[in-house]
């Protein structure tokens, strides 16, 4: 017999979504994008400045004592992907106007390319994100094992 997903578990996923849909409609403040914005910066070069001192100590840690395809490891390479990813979302945020408006299409002759147009926007804003998140987690990488070996 297959069980299907808990109430505890369905009432967290939903708990998640509404967090992250009032993350993504603070993002539309300017004030609070610009902190967001400072803040994963800040934790990025917090990070970057780690790696390039402590090189050596965390290519013999993620070389001998775990590898990258351990739990530890995968975790411990998220970090710079998921500030990567988010500081890149609150800068493309900011650059990117009317990416979230969640609009409902119009009777318009045009809504349909103006619908189009903001979704088009949208996913190049995610994919923006994606791609800075996923080059900064391998940038750390490689400087951890470029100064570290």
């Given at each position: 017999m297959i069980f299907g997903p808990s109430k505890k578990s369905e009432r967290q996923d939903e708990e998640t979504s509404v967090t992250l849909i009032e993350v993504a409609e603070a993002l539309g403040?300017?004030?609070?994008r610009r902190r967001f914005l400072l803040r994963f910066a800040l934790f990025n070069l917090a990070i970057w400045v780690t790696a390039a001192l402590f090189s050596s100590w965390l290519y013999y840690f993620f070389t001998e004592v775990i590898s990258l395809t351990d739990t530890p490891g995968l975790v411990a390479m998220l970090a710079p992907l998921i500030v990567g990813f988010y500081g890149a979302y609150?800068?493309?945020r900011g650059r990117v106007s009317g990416v979230e408006d969640n609009k409902?299409?119009?009777s318009d002759?045009?809504?349909t390319?103006?619908?189009n147009s903001d979704a088009t926007r949208r996913w190049f804003v995610w994919v923006g994100s994606v791609t800075f998140g996923l080059l900064n987690a391998l940038g750390v990488i490689a400087l951890v094992y470029a100064l570290g070996s």
């Open positions: 403040i300017e004030s609070i609150a800068f493309l409902q299409l119009e002759m045009m809504s390319y103006q619908y």
